[in-house]
């Protein structure tokens, strides 16, 4: 038979998922695995969402719905984002997404050309590099680094800009380090999309997770006081040339009902996003918009205690990292990441990297069936030349209990 399509030979994957089936086996071995390998919430969605999505079910609204996405909806969203970013937004600025991977698709696929250049951040979110690559574009990774909060370095970006760049994709709260770009970043970066005329692709589906003072803007939307990370929308002259993705998967733990949105004041490219829509999906389930739409039109004051609790776990347990021999963990600002620094713990185990301390971690404890799973750097894009040292990503979305189980199983591991 005739070969496939060369270009998806060009297409990555979701490298977390495709740990699962790994996991799943040694669980069917009879193996006590603690996950801190997914970024799940570990709450449910609300009792507001669930009635709604229930009675619009009883409803029988399983039919066609706007490829848009519900008016209502888009109108919630753009009063949250308006409140959040600073920007005055319409519901027309507004598509409604299965979730946050389109965003990032969709954005690929109308502003790049084969050839010409995309920034993105690594480690990052792999699906970046995997839609780059795939439409033949050239990827332009830039580093991450530890010593700055993992953010990256402006002088770094400055040298990587060309006549050829067309698309900056930045991530704060990042995936998979939690590090978070300030104000000063953003109003560089800015300055910098002006004058080499580069859009922006913002992918802010942690931006509620954040935590501290520090950097963080303090928005008001429904009564509530809703802590926020900073967007390079908010900056002047750039919520036309700046596309976010949001969703309602983090903050509202909706991770399975996949409901995301792509908003920009740039009416052009959001009338090509909606033929993108109409073309690949051409509309979502009404029970599941309006479940998200209640989540946003109700008071927040349950969300933002799931947040708290973020922070509550993320004191616990970065800590307790730190007292573990070879391991040095920073504290993030955003998201519900760690990104924990393992060099010398491998070294100590005799590891080569951080992808055998991912699969020794899995299983290290024979005798009593016991491991633990986390992720590691290869899971999150091309490893650089530059890159020196090792890290895992965990998760602590998850319950304290289990999370303090999980770092009290990777000591026992690394210092036996």
Sequence with gaps: MKPFATAFGRIGTENAFAVGPEISGWVKRGYDIVRMNIGEPGCNITNASMLSAIASFRRHETHYTPSQGLESLRREIA???????????????????????????GTIFILVNPGEEVIYPTPGYPIYESMVDYIGAKGVPIELKEKKGFRFDIEDLKKLISKKTKLLILNSPSNPTGGVLEEEDMREIALLAKKYDFYILSDECYSRLAFGKEGIKTAHFKGNKLPVTPSIASQKDMAKRTVILDAFSKTYAMTGLRVGYAISKNKQFMSKFLTFAINIWSCLPQPLMLCA??????????????????????????????????????????????????????????????????????????????GVAVLSRIHFGKRLPSEKEEYIRISFAGSLESLTEGVKRIKEAVEK
């Design 79 to 105: 009063q949250y984002m308006s409140a959040s970013r600073f920007v005055k937004y319409e519901a027309d600025d507004v598509v409604a997404t299965p979730g946050g991977k389109p965003v990032i698709a």
């Design 293 to 370: 739409e209640a989540s946003l039109g109700k008071d927040q004051r349950e969300t933002q205690k799931e947040v708290a609790s973020y922070l509550e776990k993320r004191d616990v347990v970065v800590p307790a990292l730190n007292k573990i021999k070879g391991i040095r963990c920073r504290s993030p600002k955003g998201s519900f990441y760690l990104f924990p620094n393992v060099t010398k713990a491998c070294r100590n185990l005799g590891l080569r990297n951080a992808e055998e301390m991912r699969k020794y971690l899995l299983t290290y404890d024979k005798k009593n069936k016991k």
